[in-house]
């Protein structure tokens, strides 16, 4: 199984975690904000008491104190929180990285870490954080995998799952997507169609 997956949700609780991993999503991204460091490590132990039984792999936001000290295999770092990070302890612990990036410096960042894939992002317009950057369009992608060559390209931001015909085409490999599932009217049948569509590409 690749990773990530080509379809990549990032949800905000243990409840979408359990949720997701029920309907057998491959890749799940744990992304709960402001936390300290005695909820981060309490809410990751307690993803990872859902996701290890299974097939599904947790990756962690930004918490890598509480991902090491619980013993997570995957991290995902915004830039802030890279520039913050102890990556030879992020290593030590055989993390896997990856990493947000939003322009042509924080690409360079990306991969001065040596990830295991970058995202790029917002691919189209998101109304879910207040991004500083403009939308990238998918061109964008096209540009970027082909700088990063080797490394699997995320593209986050936005995505809807009438969009990712022209995603993947462009060069991505695979998409993050947020509200196309929490927001969505039926969530379950929208993951559905999504790991429908994974399997129709494999």
């Known amino acids: 199984m690749p990773y990530p997956d080509r379809f990549y949700p990032v949800v ?3 409840a979408w975690v359990a949720r997701l991993t ?25 993803a990872l008491a859902v996701t290890r039984p299974t097939a599904t792999r947790l990756v ?13 295999a995957h991290l995902h770092l915004g830039q802030e929180d890279l520039a913050d990070a102890d ?31 970058v ?11 207040s991004m500083r950057f403009a939308p990238q369009g998918i061109a964008k992608i096209t540009e970027w995998k082909k700088r990063v060559g080797d490394i699997p390209l995320v593209a986050i931001g936005g995505i809807k799952l009438e969009h990712a015909a022209d995603i993947f085409a462009a060069g991505a490999d695979s998409i993050a ?9 039926d969530p379950d049948a929208r993951v559905k169609a999504w790991l429908a569509l994974n399997t129709e590409a494999a």
């Open 119 to 129: 995202a790029l992002g917002p691919i189209f317009f998101t109304t879910l954080k």
């Open 60 to 72: 962690v936001n930004d918490y890598w104190r509480a991902a090491i000290e619980a013993g997570a």
């Open 87 to 117: 990556l030879g302890a992020i290593r030590k612990a055989k993390l896997t990285l990856g990493v947000s990036t939003h322009d042509d410096a924080e690409l360079q960042a990306a991969l001065d870490a040596k990830p295991d894939y």
């Open 12 to 14: 905000d609780s243990v």
């Open 177 to 185: 997507v947020v509200s196309d599932v929490t927001q969505n009217a």
């Open 22 to 46: 029920r309907l057998g999503v491959g890749t799940i991204q744990l992304r709960a904000k402001n936390l300290d460091d005695d909820a981060a490590l309490r809410i990751v132990r307690e």
